[in-house]
């Protein structure tokens, strides 16, 4: 079956640093990624996404990786600001053909100042 | 901003009611999803609407049913409510060219669903 799991449920960083969020999942024929960002009483926000014909992609501050290998992908977060602080939600598109989404619980990440 | 719309915020309702939760995408957008996020969880696909039809459903009940207009706009009607029904609904808004596209859906900020 698909799941989309994480590997911790909080990250705690100081101002800063660089963040790296985890994410395994389950269904090798997805061929879609995105992570989302969601802030207390707010819908989810996209940041990045990748396609399985991509390992890496780049965004301003936000780097995607995905290892089809091993079913991981992982956002990483340059110089992490207060703001980033919300919960980080990887999602993947599964192998239906139309565009359902499957989301992991998320990642609550802390930054402090 | 999204520029994705859903009302109302937030609703009260008791066990056995019925309930319609509405949504405006994104101007030029085709096709909305619905999800439902449970406290603490991701969200979780009910069903999607392309050009008026519904384009796939996840595993919800039938209870659970929806509408998209010619604006593209669209609606959640949830039957027999359960207290389990408590949870945050979404809506995303994306353009897909065609029926199995990929593409960037952007989601409303909710609408915050009680079932006493």
């Known amino acids: 079956g698909e799941s989309v799991g994480l590997h911790l449920p909080t990250l705690s960083v100081q101002e800063g640093d660089n963040s790296i969020i985890n994410c395994a999942y389950s269904n090798s024929a997805s061929d879609y990624f995105i992570w989302y960002k969601q802030e207390s009483g707010k819908g989810p926000q996209f940041i990045i996404d990748i396609r399985s014909n991509m390992d890496k992609r780049q965004g301003q501050r936000v780097t995607v990786l995905l290892n089809k290998t091993v079913k991981h992908l992982s956002l990483q977060i340059a110089a992490t600001q207060p703001g980033d602080s919300a919960v980080y939600f990887c999602a993947e598109k599964g192998d239906t053909g139309f565009q359902k989404l499957v989301f992991g619980t998320g990642t609550r990440l802390l930054v402090s100042p | 901003e999204t520029g994705v719309t859903q009302s109302p915020t937030h609703l009260i309702k008791t066990r056995g009611q019925q309930v319609t939760l509405r949504c405006s995408s994104q101007s030029g957008h085709n096709t909305v999803s619905w999800y439902q996020q449970a406290l603490g969880q991701g969200p979780q696909f009910i069903f999607q609407y392309y050009r008026e039809e519904e384009n796939g459903r996840g595993n919800f009940p039938p209870r659970f049913s929806g509408l998209q207009f010619p604006n593209y706009s669209s609606e959640l009607n949830v039957n027999a409510l359960e207290l389990d029904d408590s949870a945050l609904y979404l809506c995303?808004?994306?353009?897909?060219?065609?029926?199995?596209?990929?593409?960037?859906?952007?989601f409303g900020p909710g609408t915050r669903l009680t079932v006493l």
């Open positions: 995303a808004s994306s353009l897909l060219v065609r029926r199995e596209g990929r593409n960037e859906q952007f």
